[in-house]
């Protein structure tokens, strides 16, 4: 049997502001040398693989977890029609599925995110505000996933851009694990 993984807000702030402090590094140490790799991504089919394949499995157990009042009588078809779309999307829509998969990823974890945080508030709202961002973000890629890769282009037309963009997520990253210690 599936079961969800409790974790504390504590773990959720700290484990969040780790990658955002291994993201920011990334883009803050390699500048413009990432620029190729970092550029191949939205249309790398490695990174679909793993991206939508890890967000569709996650996705698909979700569904064999729901209940009467979740459409649980209905599960058997939903699995099925996903999982459909999943492999469809493989074969009919290869183009950016690793942007959409990106996306999937980011709207899942924030819903585990907001289930920790559901009913913190004071400090817990500097982890809500990056999710609520993430989500949106998450939400225009997933719908337009070019503009990842026209943002990546806009990001190393200039060479002090990378770095900026990845002082920000260190800093943020920074932010949210000291706020984690204050919980």
Request: proline share 3%; net charge positive; with cysteine.
């Amino acid at each position: 049997m599936y079961s969800s993984i409790i974790m504390t807000l504590f773990q959720a702030t700290l484990a969040t502001g780790i990658l955002l402090l291994a993201l920011g590094a990334h883009f803050l140490w390699h500048g413009m040398r990432s620029a190729k790799s970092v550029q191949a991504f939205p249309r790398s089919q490695a990174a679909a693989y793993i991206l939508l394949g890890s967000a569709a499995f996650w996705f698909l157990c979700k569904i064999t977890q729901l209940g009467p009042a979740d459409f649980g009588q209905y599960k058997n078809l939903l699995f099925i029609l996903f999982l459909v779309v999943t492999i469809g999307s493989f074969i009919f829509v290869p183009d950016f599925l690793a942007v959409r998969g990106l996306a999937a990823i980011i709207l899942l974890t924030a819903g585990a995110l907001l289930d920790v945080g559901y009913m913190q508030y004071g400090t817990a709202l500097v982890l809500k505000a990056f999710v609520y961002l993430a989500i949106i973000i998450a939400l225009i890629l997933g719908a337009n996933p070019y503009k990842l890769r026209d943002f990546f282009e806009w990001l190393y037309k200039k060479e002090a851009r990378p770095r900026v963009f990845g002082a920000v997520f260190v800093v943020y990253g920074l932010i949210l694990a000291g706020v984690a210690f204050t919980y």
